[in-house]
């Protein structure tokens, strides 16, 4: 399966989750596109929407390649074979969580300006990303909603690789994809558009759903 973009994408995901309507369900998505696909999902449900901010620590002059990741204030993930492979020195991944960790500050900014953020205390979290590659940030995503108590933990995305959703299967209590490709390339190899999420587009569909709740739908 192809999707044709994120909106897609999201609304076959919410058809695998309807069984998780209920009042004590929160819908967080993973900035940029994963908030696009779990405006979908949260809006099927009529559960309230929020944000979850991993960010991804790049190698050095290879900001693409993960070397770990982090979220929240204290959650960090080490890609510790891919470390000692290239040699990464301590100094460089302390500079480079406290460089991410900033981007997450002005991401919470931007996203809540004064909104705290939601208690998941006994809740049904449902985790939200467009798709999962290598999963060092949604592992790093997953850690930062455990640390806050939820009642059960539900990952769902449209597509990832098998052999890392298998490795996932231990961190969430349900985990829902739509397609496990083999060979898998990248998240957007599996749609049709995949064009980059601005801040504005999450800022307004944040907005967007606090105008619905659990009793009734957008």
Do not use: C
């Amino acid at each position: 399966m192809i999707f044709d973009n994120r909106l897609d994408a999201g609304r076959r995901l919410a058809g695998r989750l309807r069984d998780y309507h209920g009042p004590d369900t929160i819908v967080l998505g993973v900035p940029r596109g994963g908030v696009v696909v779990a405006y979908e999902v949260a809006a099927a449900l009529g559960a309230p929407l929020d944000v979850i901010i991993p960010r991804k620590l790049g190698a050095p002059n290879q900001p693409e390649l993960a070397i770990g990741a982090i979220a929240g204030d204290n959650i960090v993930v080490l890609d510790e074979q891919t470390i000692s492979y290239l040699g990464v020195p301590d100094d460089y991944i302390q500079a480079e969580v406290a460089r991410q960790r900033e981007e997450i500050a002005r991401r919470r900014t931007l996203y809540r300006h004064d909104r705290p953020f939601p208690s998941l205390v006994g809740k049904t979290v449902i985790l939200v990303d467009d798709g999962i590659a290598t999963g060092a940030t949604i592992t790093a995503a997953v850690r930062e909603v455990r640390a806050h108590n939820p009642g059960k933990l539900v990952l769902a995305v449209p597509v990832a690789p098998p052999e890392t959703v298998e490795r996932l299967k231990h961190e969430v209590d349900d985990l829902v994809v739509l397609e496990t490709p083999e060979p898998f390339f990248a998240v957007g190899s599996w749609y049709y558009e995949f064009a980059q999420t601005s801040d504005e587009e999450v800022v307004a569909l944040l907005e967007a759903a606090e105008h619905w709740s659990y009793a009734g739908s957008p």
